[in-house]
């Protein structure tokens, strides 16, 4: 039989009493705290302008913005007529449904938000949080796997897997492969280009590289991904996670032609 058997792994990471610790929700929390330690050594390496509560302060308003962003992203770009028929749903986040998309434009309001608030470089800091970005995405993608969830298109390819949800058929492990390209290979690309004083000094050009990369990642690996069953192909053969990464594109062709552009300034 064509296709790898799926391995039997609990969604559940481990049980407190009646309350259920999924790997989904540890996934969002490890990536945020390892980000967090991250961008403290930066900090100190770099020494930059940002004390202790600043970041503490930082990492609340980008946890909200994760948050908020990547349920009101799902329920507006993904979402049924269920959520508007029962608006107390669209706050029932346990039951699942995050957007990526509406993750990062969470994070973008939030560091803007932060930003005014320290008084520090708006693209400053999106450049500290793009840098460990990846890290977070490579633990929800291994989430997406574990859940037996956002699987990929039938193939007969040697490595395909056979999902339970997915009707048992050999399908594209897409979750993993995104989490190789838009998780491992970004963090890879973003840290080593970070490594030149040039840019690192050219505020704004890792987030442009970050959502560059991300868009061209995410449109690519899109052609082995199963369009969510809700929505299906858009205009017969693009789907949703496509359409809403070409203005991530777009945008990220913007941030680093501005940063080549402009003249070079040392980090606040």
């Not at 990220?252 to 402009?262: E, P, S």
């Amino acid at each position: 039989m064509i296709g790898l058997h799926y391995p039997d792994i609990s969604p559940v990471m481990f049980s407190i009493g009646p309350l259920d610790i999924r790997w989904y929700s540890m996934a969002y929390l490890f990536g945020i705290i390892a980000a967090w330690f991250l961008v403290r050594l930066n900090i100190k390496k770099y020494n930059l302008a940002i004390d202790k509560h600043a970041l503490e302060d930082l990492v609340f308003y980008v946890t909200l913005g994760i948050i908020l962003g990547g349920r009101m992203g799902y329920v507006l770009f993904y979402g049924t007529d269920a959520f508007w028929s029962n608006p107390l749903e669209i706050f029932a986040i346990w039951h699942g449904g995050m957007s990526f998309h509406g993750g990062i434009i969470g994070v973008i309001i939030a560091l803007w938000y932060g930003a005014r608030k320290i008084n520090y470089s708006f693209l400053g800091l999106t450049d500290l949080v793009a840098l460990y970005a990846p890290i977070g995405i490579f633990c929800g993608r291994l989430a997406n796997f574990v859940n037996d969830e956002l699987w990929g298109r039938v193939t007969n390819v040697p490595w395909a897997v056979r999902f339970p949800n997915g009707g048992y058929l050999p399908r594209h492990p897409s979750q993993l492969y995104e989490a190789a390209l838009e998780g491992v290979a970004l963090l890879i690309i973003l840290n080593l280009l970070w490594l030149s004083p040039k840019i690192r000094q050219r505020r704004g050009l890792i987030s442009g590289v970050f959502l560059l990369s991300y868009g061209l990642f995410r449109i690519f690996l899109e052609q082995y991904r199963e369009p969510d069953a809700q929505l299906g192909f858009l205009w017969e053969h693009i789907t949703m996670g496509q359409m809403l990464s070409l203005p991530f594109l777009i945008l990220g062709i913007y941030l680093v032609v501005r940063a080549c552009k402009t003249d070079i300034k040392p980090q606040k």
